[in-house]
T-cell receptor, first 112, second 117 residues
Framework: DAKTTQPNSMESNEEEPVHLPCNHSTISGTDYIHWYRQLPSQGPEYVIHGLTSNVNNRMASLAIAEDRKSSTLILHRATLRDAAVYYCILRGYGGATNKLIFGTGTLLAVQP | DTGVSQDPRHKITKRGQNVTFRCDPISEHNRLYWYRQTLGQGPEFLTYFQNEAQLEKSRLLSDRFSAERPKGSFSTLEIQRTEQGDSAMYLC???????????????FGPGTRLTVT
């Protein structure tokens, strides 16, 4: 499975946008880019995923570089409840198990 | 609803004892996963079930670990002869077979925190 690289930690102020980067230079043509986050003392939760085009949902936006070697998760207005570890994960389409391979993620701190 | 539930939420045991954890997935989900997470690390895949069939096991799953999913509903993870290195959060997740393209998003339970003394 292709690897991803994320900063260990980032800080943001409440109500400001946050851009969480992810590098995945060895991504293959069939790999989807998934983002999960893990709030303190909880299991991970799905945030968003995409293949080539930028994606928006109620939680966040995902901006994917044209060459797909990097992507950025965008939280438009950070709240204190967005403080979590954010994981960028590549997953092949149609795989037998669709298991998730997590890295160490980015710990996002949100200051009031 | 019911999301994924896990029981117990916390377990403290002495080295050498056996422990068993239970996971109840979202009812219509036929895919079930177990992961293990240690402090400061992301979750690591342990095993995967599709319905009642265990289709993949990680090399992390030593002979002391066994998982079952009888009747394709709830699942159990048993650890025999626990060791201190087994101390971790054990997470269960489920997903549907009928996912949106590329999604197969997994829904995680709150985990069972195991402490081996």
């Amino acid at each position: 499975d292709a690897k991803t690289t994320q900063p260990n930690s980032m800080e943001s102020n409440e109500e400001e946008p946050v851009h969480l980067p992810c590098n995945h230079s060895t991504i293959s043509g069939t790999d989807y880019i998934h983002w999960y986050r893990q709030l303190p003392s909880q299991g991970p939760e799905y945030v968003i995923h995409g293949l080539t085009s930028n994606v928006n949902n109620r939680m966040a936006s995902l901006a994917i570089a044209e060459d797909r070697k990097s992507s950025t998760l965008i939280l438009h207005r950070a709240t204190l409840r967005d403080a979590a570890v954010y994981y960028c994960i590549l997953r092949g389409y149609g795989g037998a198990t669709n298991k998730l391979i997590f890295g160490t993620g980015t710990l996002l701190a949100v200051q009031p | 609803d019911t999301g994924v539930s896990q029981d117990p939420r916390h377990k403290i045991t002495k080295r050498g004892q056996n422990v068993t954890f239970r996971c109840d997935p979202i009812s219509e989900h036929n895919r079930l996963y177990w992961y293990r997470q240690t402090l400061g690390q992301g979750p690591e895949f342990l095993t995967y079930f599709q319905n009642e069939a265990q289709l993949e096991k990680s090399r992390l799953l030593s002979d002391r670990f066994s998982a079952e999913r009888p009747k394709g509903s709830f699942s159990t993870l048993e650890i025999q002869r626990t060791e201190q290195g087994d101390s971790a959060m054990y997470l269960c997740a489920s997903s549907s077979n009928r996912a949106r393209t590329g999604s197969y998003e997994q829904y995680f339970g709150p985990g069972t925190r195991l402490t081996v003394t």
